[in-house]
């Protein structure tokens, strides 16, 4: 199986190496709705840490140093898009902030190219404080949701729904944050795209706060024949069929009609007539954050060049492990992965997974 495995990041190398970026360029995807300013802070030890926020308290507050600490860009939709741009593609965000929130969307947009000229301003910046703890980089996030709580179908312009019928790829994210407008926007988002033949791709993120609205989610928008491609992770699927396996992935495929590509921290998986499997990459973890998005821009990449599923999921796995592993949390360009996919060792695929049976 290992050889196999090489065999695809080889042929990988050569489809990335081939690409004119001319062409890659006339590749458009439209992410909607969810932007937050992202606010890092490192813990290296959960008991230490919760140990010196009791004793700052019981002293009525103070300072804790000595504390890493990062602000980036978040939000699925965002962050898939600024992905996206690196690689090479034209990505277009679509949502809604404050102006300040716009000012600072624009400074993370200008070193990758993502288009945010269909940015409403009116509304209020979403934010997330994000603690990842310990040498996992396990994230606990605390987030103001901000404008990202009511964007709809109806929140989107004329000129937003001619950019959607002119891309190739339309991605509805962050549904699990989206409490007012979330199944609204995806239910008729992908009804307008297919009316174009455009592809359409959903990753709710975490559903927690919405676990009760899961069965009409699932409905109206899983179930649905307007959704070609659904991403999950395992705390997604987990929330979506109760258990956080493969074998509820196959499960969950049979009743939709939609292609479920499910990532985990040990491989990823295409999950459609067949299922493919193919390991992550063997790198050092520095941040957790954000994996998932980066994930989903390496497998939007792989669809629209039309890759083999094995080739597919290697793209995604590359782009999510060289953004995990870089200590400037940076997205890859194609020339980055190149040289990253030649260079990383894959992991070992988990037992489990030979015994699937599709």
Request: overall charge negative; glycine content about 8%; some cysteine.
């Amino acid at each position: 199986m290992k050889t196999v495995h090489e065999d695809v990041k080889r042929e990988l190398t050569q489809i990335l190496s081939g690409l004119d970026p001319r062409e890659t360029k006339k590749l458009h995807v439209v992410c909607t709705p969810s932007f937050y300013l992202d606010h890092f802070v490192e813990v290296d030890d959960l008991s230490t840490f919760c140990g010196q926020l009791r004793t700052k308290y019981a002293g009525r507050g103070g300072n804790i140093p000595g504390f890493v600490q990062n602000v980036l860009s978040g939000g699925g939709a965002v962050n898939t898009a600024i992905a996206l741009s690196r690689l090479g593609l034209s990505s277009h965000f679509i949502g809604r902030t404050s102006e300040f929130g716009h000012h600072v969307l624009k400074f993370f947009a200008e070193n990758s190219g993502m288009d945010v000229s269909h940015v409403k301003t009116d509304g209020r910046l979403g934010q997330t404080l994000a603690i990842e703890i310990g040498e996992r980089k396990v994230n606990v996030m605390l987030n103001d949701v901000g404008s990202n709580y009511d964007f709809a179908f109806d929140s989107l312009r004329d000129t937003d729904l001619e950019l959607i019928e002119s891309s190739q790829l339309v991605t509805v994210h962050d549904w699990g944050t989206n409490v007012v407008g979330g199944t609204d926007l995806a239910v008729k988002t992908f009804e307008y795209a297919k009316q174009y033949n455009v592809k359409t791709y959903f990753d709710s993120a975490d559903p927690s706060p919405r676990v009760h609205e899961l069965p009409e989610l699932f409905e109206r928008v899983i179930a649905n024949k307007n959704l070609d491609m659904m991403s999950m992770n395992q705390n997604e699927l987990g929330k979506h069929t109760g258990g956080a396996t493969i074998e509820r992935a196959i499960a969950l495929k049979r009743r939709v009609s939609s292609r479920i590509d499910y990532h985990t921290p040990r491989y990823a998986a295409s999950i459609d007539n067949n299922v493919t499997f193919f390991p992550v990459f063997d790198v050092e973890l520095h941040r957790s954050t954000g994996a998932g998005d980066a994930w989903n821009a390496g497998n939007i990449f792989g669809e629209l060049l039309g890759v083999t599923p094995a080739s597919r999921l290697c793209l995604a796995n590359a782009v999510a492990g060289y953004y995990v592993s870089s200590k400037r949390a940076v997205h890859p360009t194609v020339d980055d992965l190149i040289a990253f996919v030649k260079a990383e060792q894959l992991r070992a695929l988990p037992p489990e997974v030979g015994n699937v049976n599709s």
